[in-house]
Nanobody
Framework: QFELVESGGGLVQPGGSLRLSCAASGFTLNYYHIGWFRQAPGKEREGVSCVSSRNSTFYVDSVKGRFTITRDGAEGTVYLQMNSLKPEDTAVYYC??????????????????WGQGTQVTVSS
């Protein structure tokens, strides 16, 4: 059974931090681009950040300087460290995987494997 599992969401005050994790069950993430996407109520899903299979990273402008994506461990677990959170960061966050050996990643919707999502709520 190939699965992606996100964890680490929750309720945090504006200015606070959360760290999301994306782990794989049944396969290793080391040869995959991993993307983080989010969907707020009433809005379309949007890409947030990605790390390529060769560990280059990409961030959308709205999270640059606040979010950091890293890959760690033998299984290639991917983390999204989110600092200085704002109410507009409130959304369900999804990680997604796409097998690729290219050096750079993008945030298109053609990732083949998706997690179930984890809720992030930024509110006072």
């Amino acid at each position: 059974q190939f699965e992606l599992v996100e964890s680490g969401g929750g309720l945090v005050q504006p200015g606070g931090s959360l760290r999301l994790s994306c782990a794989a069950s049944g396969f290793t993430l080391n040869y995959y681009h991993i993307g983080w996407f989010r969907q707020a109520p009433g809005k379309e899903r949007e890409g947030v950040s990605c790390v390529s299979s060769r560990n280059s990273t990409f961030y959308v402008d709205s999270v640059k300087g606040r979010f950091t994506i890293t890959r760690d461990g033998a299984e290639g677990t991917v983390y999204l460290q989110m600092n200085s959170l704002k109410p507009e960061d409130t959304a369900v966050y999804y990680c997604a995987a796409k097998w690729s050996l290219s050096s750079t990643c993008g945030l298109t919707e053609d990732y083949g494997r998706w997690g179930q999502g984890t809720q992030v709520t930024v509110s006072s």
